[in-house]
């Protein structure tokens, strides 16, 4: 008799498809799958405080290794809790399999308290749903739903949610089950000859917006080499998932919404590869919600590095890519301003480093001071819900052991996941966050000024965060802390943190940045400078 239960089957299932990482938080109808965590030794189960904090986590690790963990949740309210960061994961492409509990069959009937439609929830964030009604089919699910993480068009990563009803996992006569290896697309020669035509006659007017997997290395490369060839202008989506930067590899810029109609001035063609074609984040009186100029015809060129690189060959043949050299900021001295702490970053930046960035309008500086650092990997908020931070450090942190993670993040959004320090102290995981403390929601307030029908007092006070103290919060949780006011000492601590192992947060105190409008560009970088009194910038090489 087969005396395998469903949770087995799956979880075996999971193994055998290279699933390495299951971030969890279950409850009662999670407990056979539990159970099997903790036998199977070569499944890496990490508890995390919170479901957005577990989604997160999985939305790092898959960002880093290309494959996806699992997550285990507790019903439609815990994955109600991890929706967030299921969106960001969604926005990035981040292969992700959900697996949620569900009451037992034979008791939905009885609308017991936790009881709500989780298929409708989970499909608003998930490309694939399913849900479990027998246990000799549980493996076979299980096969399917990690097919179809990886399996969505244009080769990016999607996520998929199993409901696994409580009967169904510890119910026996369970099977694991092999999963079909996913092929990626070829590229489409059609619109590799279009836009290989398209350059040939409009490449001046020409702007090539990057983003997926052709913001890593291979991708750059061939971005470059076509830009010298044909002098079309290359632009980085404005939200990357995971970018590959730094010296030896090629600079690309990043476009940016204030910025965007100078950035994409006198483009004719857009060419998306990889990208969305541009909008603005909300709607307003004064600016289209298409960042697209007027009359631009927009060419979608797929989403693989490989149809990018057959258009370089085809434009560029034996040119090679510009790459970028190993420079540093000089290292900055006095008061500390949010400009100033990111020339520390790029100053001690080490190699091989992974930089989660949810630093909101403190890292402004962020992408000019890093720009020449050695060969780094930078992901970012992809979807807009903030809590992103902490959690996709914690989840490259569990990718890549052996790396050094930077969590570089705003204080309003630390603390919708702050329960992911607790998880790094609890695994050892090596990652130093400094928390940028301006004591506001400083972008609401920017937004406020700029599209509030009217501002006042009493309006700002709502965006006002006083009283955090991040160094007594951190240190509650497990994890070493300190708090920094200067240049000097931000340096000293993050040369600290970076040479040690193990968690470790800094709290920068900075003031807000003064004002929406003036949101730094190539121009505008000096003037906001003397804006929030940035005297003390270092000027030599960093060190």
């Given at each position: 008799m087969n005396e395998t239960t469903g949770a087995r089957a799956v979880l075996d299932t999971l193994r055998h498809r290279g699933v390495e990482a299951c971030f969890t938080n279950p409850g009662t109808s999670e407990m056979h799958f539990v159970s099997e965590l903790g036998v199977q030794l070569d499944m890496r189960a990490v508890l995390c405080l919170f479901e957005g904090g577990a989604t997160g986590a999985a939305d790092g690790y898959?960002?880093?290794?290309?494959?996806?963990?699992?997550?285990?949740?507790?019903?439609?309210?815990?994955?109600?809790?991890?929706?967030?960061?299921?969106?960001?994961?969604?926005?990035?492409?981040?292969?992700?399999?959900?697996?949620?509990?569900?009451?037992?069959?034979h008791h939905k009937v009885f609308d017991a308290p936790l009881e709500s439609d989780i298929d409708a929830l989970a499909s608003t964030v998930s490309r694939w749903v399913r849900r479990t009604t027998s246990v000799g089919e549980a493996g076979r699910d299980a096969a399917d739903a990690v097919a179809a993480t990886g399996s969505v068009r244009n080769g990016t990563g999607s996520v998929a949610t199993l409901i696994l009803p409580a009967d169904m996992g510890w119910g026996v006569g369970g099977r694991a089950a092999a999963v079909s290896p996913v092929s990626m697309p070829e590229p489409d020669r059609g619109r590799v000859e279009e836009v290989a035509l398209l350059l040939r006659r409009h490449a001046p007017h020409v702007t090539v917006l990057l983003g997926g997997d052709l913001l890593k290395r291979?991708?750059?490369?061939?971005?470059?080499?076509?830009?010298?060839?044909?002098?079309?202008?290359?632009?980085?989506?404005?939200?990357?998932?995971?970018?590959?930067?730094?010296a030896g590899i090629p600079e690309v810029e990043r476009l940016v919404e204030v910025t965007a109609a100078e950035q994409l001035a006198g483009t004719r063609v857009l060419v998306l590869a990889g990208a969305r074609a541009p909008v603005s984040f909300f709607a307003s009186p004064r600016q289209p919600s298409s960042l697209v100029p007027l009359g631009t015809a927009v060419v979608e060129l797929g989403a693989t590095v490989a149809a990018l690189q057959e258009v370089a060959d085809v434009l560029a043949p034996g040119v090679n890519p510009v790459l970028v050299g190993l420079t540093r900021p000089g290292m900055p001295?006095?008061?500390?301003?949010?400009?100033?702490?990111?020339?520390?970053?790029?100053?001690?930046?080490?190699?091989?480093?992974?930089?989660?960035?949810?630093?909101?309008?403190s890292g402004w500086w962020l992408a000019q001071e890093t720009a020449h650092c050695p060969p780094h990997d930078w992901l970012t908020l992809t979807g807009g819900a903030i809590g992103q931070g902490m959690p996709v450090a914690l989840g490259a942190a569990v990718a890549c052991p052996d790396r050094p993670v930077l969590n570089l993040q705003a204080d309003g959004s630390a603390m919708y996941t702050l329960q992911a320090l607790w998880t790094q102290a609890r695994e050892g995981l090596n990652v130093t966050t400094v928390i940028f403390n301006n004591s506001s929601y400083a972008i609401l307030k920017m937004e406020l000024e700029r599209r509030g029908p009217s501002v006042n007092e009493r309006s700002k006070k709502l965006l006002e965060l006083p009283g955090l103290d991040f160094v007594s919060l951190a240190r509650g949780m497990g994890v070493p802390a300190e708090k920094v006011a200067t240049a000097e000492d931000l340096a000293q601590q993050l040369r600290r943190s970076l040479a040690e192992p193990g968690p470790s947060l800094i709290e920068a105190i900075v003031p807000a940045v003064a004002s929406f409008r003036n949101r730094p560009t190539a121009s505008s970088l000096d003037e906001i400078a003397t804006d929030v009194g940035d005297e003390g910038l270092g000027t030599g090489p960093g060190v």
């Open positions: 898959g960002r880093m290794v290309d494959r996806p963990a699992c997550t285990l949740l507790h019903l439609g309210p815990g994955l109600g809790n991890g929706v967030a960061n299921l969106h960001n994961a969604r926005r990035a492409g981040t292969p992700i399999l959900n697996i949620v509990g569900d009451h037992a069959t291979r991708g750059r490369e061939a971005a470059s080499r076509l830009a010298t060839a044909t002098g079309a202008r290359i632009l980085a989506e404005s939200s990357p998932a995971r970018q590959e930067r730094g001295s006095g008061e500390l301003t949010a400009r100033k702490a990111a020339a520390v970053v790029g100053a001690l930046l080490p190699e091989g480093a992974i930089v989660s960035d949810e630093a909101v309008t």
